[in-house]
């Protein structure tokens, strides 16, 4: 007796699968900043690994979008502005941490 395994994928599937990715990826990225904050802040450790990941994760999701030109028309500005802000906060912590831990 042979049965007929066929899978049909049609819209429905796709965006069902293509929402499981997202909240997936959604739940690592949360679980990965808590375990920076828990690592930094209670066990006193470097966390740069860990948030490197997250950065990268959104990074790679920007770039296949940008190839396939599914980002909205001005991304590209706003990122660049985000990108600008959060060097200048940046810049500020780490000035305040020097200053700090130089006495």
């Known amino acids: 007796m042979s049965i007929d395994f066929s899978a049909e994928r049609d819209e429905r599937t796709m965006a069902v699968e293509n929402t499981s990715y997202k909240w997936a990826y959604t739940f690592l990225t949360y679980a990965l900043l808590i375990d920076v904050i828990y690592r930094g802040w209670v066990r006193d450790e ?58």
């Open 46 to 103: 470097a966390t740069w690994d860990l948030l490197a990941l997250v950065i990268v994760g959104g990074a790679v999701s920007a770039v296949y979008q940008a190839r396939h030109k599914t980002l909205p028309r001005f991304w590209a500005n706003k990122a660049t502005l985000i990108g600008c802000v959060a060097g200048m906060i940046m810049g500020v912590v780490a000035a305040i941490v020097l200053s700090w831990a130089r006495g």
